[in-house]
């Protein structure tokens, strides 16, 4: 049996994965939110607030 080939290590594989979907899902929602008319400082606004990192005034 062949041993298992990873791309950069057994470890590092997963965590770049995540990172992979991660970017993937953050370009789509800002590229359709751009379509819909918003600024980049608009998207990144409305996910800090749903975050709960958005300062309240």
Do not use: C, Q, W
Request: hydrophobic share 45%; no cysteine.
């Amino acid at each position: 049996m062949a041993p298992p080939a990873y791309i950069i290590s057994r470890v590092a594989d997963p965590i770049f994965a995540v990172f992979i979907g991660v970017s993937a899902a953050a370009m789509r929602i800002n590229r359709e939110e751009k379509e819909k008319g918003k600024t980049t400082k608009d998207i990144l606004h409305a996910a800090r607030r749903r975050v709960g990192l958005a300062k309240t005034s």
